[in-house]
Nanobody, 130 residues
Framework: QVQLVESGGGSVQAGGSLRLSCAAS????????MGWFRQAPGKEREFVAA???????????YYTDSVKGRFTISRDNAKNTVYLQMNSLKPEDTAVYYC????????????????????WGQGTQVTVSS
């Protein structure tokens, strides 16, 4: 059984940093695409970042425009964990953040689609105050 468990959320002032973790069991994170999504109150779930499965040529990362240069997705294969380092946080980053795992078809656009992912974590709250 695949389980994804997020941690690391919390409350921080604007300009601060948080690192979210997503510990996986029942699935090897290096063999799957791993994504982070977020959902603010009254809004739809939106894509934040993703990393592709590791191949002989390495892996690729993807970010939504609003977090480029501020957020970094990474993976620790030894710990079977994916991270989302969030710097220069803004109040508009406030949301519940979800980790997800899946095998998207070829094409970068699939990484941003929630339907690409078949397993999801329970979410962790991030609150950024101004």
């Amino acid at each position: 059984q695949v389980q994804l468990v997020e941690s690391g959320g919390g409350s921080v002032q604007a300009g601060g940093s948080l690192r979210l973790s997503c510990a996986a069991s029942g699935r090897t994170v290096s063999s799957y695409a791993m994504g982070w999504f977020r959902q603010a109150p009254g809004k739809e779930r939106e894509f934040v970042a993703a990393v592709s499965a590791t191949t002989w040529s390495g892996s690729s990362t993807y970010y939504t425009d609003s977090v480029k240069g501020r957020f970094t997705i990474s993976r620790d294969n030894a710990k079977n964990t994916v991270y989302l380092q969030m710097n220069s946080l803004k109040p508009e980053d406030t949301a519940v953040y979800y980790c997800a795992s899946g095998r998207p078809p070829r094409g970068s656009s699939y990484y941003t689609r929630p339907e690409t992912y078949d397993y999801w974590g329970q979410g962790t709250q991030v609150t950024v105050s101004s």
